[in-house]
């Protein structure tokens, strides 16, 4: 899974800013946690929320998207910082989904963000358009090794100084379907 090791990518190349105070609550009846909101600027396009809201999707919501039935979500959460993972108990699948406020997050920093991790796993990334302000997405060659035989797809996307990271044992159209999810709130 890469999706930890983008924030500290993320941390070395921008700049300094305080950080955001984040709160954190569990609705265990409905399998979501809420936490604080992140904001950034609207594309011009008018598709982008100018807010992507801090908060892990219900199973139901994860289920829909990625084709498979994940339980709900085992999150935790820090300044500006949302992890929710889901890990399906039936295939051993496993998805991950991670929410954070970035100071000084640009196009160009996310795109040398991914090539590098892209890079590091020896893909490329791919370029989307439609999802958020600029977005990214590579698969891994790990289909053969994974309990699900899915590769896993890892798909980068930032609403203004939001930073929205998806790794999923899924195809990159279902972890596209995340994403816009994610982005209807």
Not at 99 to 127: M, R
Not at 130 to 151: C, E, F, K, P, R
Request: glycine share 8%; net charge negative; charged share 5%.
């Amino acid at each position: 899974m890469l999706g930890f090791a983008v924030l500290p990518l993320l941390a070395s190349c921008s700049s300094s800013s305080p950080s955001a105070n984040s709160t954190s609550s569990s609705n265990p009846s409905t399998g979501s946690t809420t936490s604080t909101q992140a904001t950034g600027p609207s594309s011009s396009a008018g598709t982008t929320p100018s807010t992507v809201s801090q908060t892990c999707p219900s199973a139901a919501v994860v289920s829909a998207a990625l084709g498979t039935t994940y339980p709900a979500p085992k999150s935790t959460g820090g300044a500006g910082s949302l992890v929710c993972n889901y890990s399906d108990p039936t295939t051993s699948a496993n998805a991950v989904l991670e929410i954070a406020t970035t100071p000084g997050l640009s196009a160009s920093l996310l795109k040398t963000t991914a090539d590098a991790q892209a890079s590091a796993q020896q893909v490329t990334p791919t370029a989307l358009t439609g999802i958020g302000d600029a977005a990214y997405q590579w698969v891994l060659n790990d289909a053969s090794t994974n309990v699900s035989h899915v590769a896993t797809t890892t798909l980068i996307f930032s609403v203004g100084t939001t930073l929205i990271d998806i790794t999923a044992e899924a195809t990159p159209a279902h972890v596209q379907a995340l994403a816009h999810a994610v982005l209807q709130g």
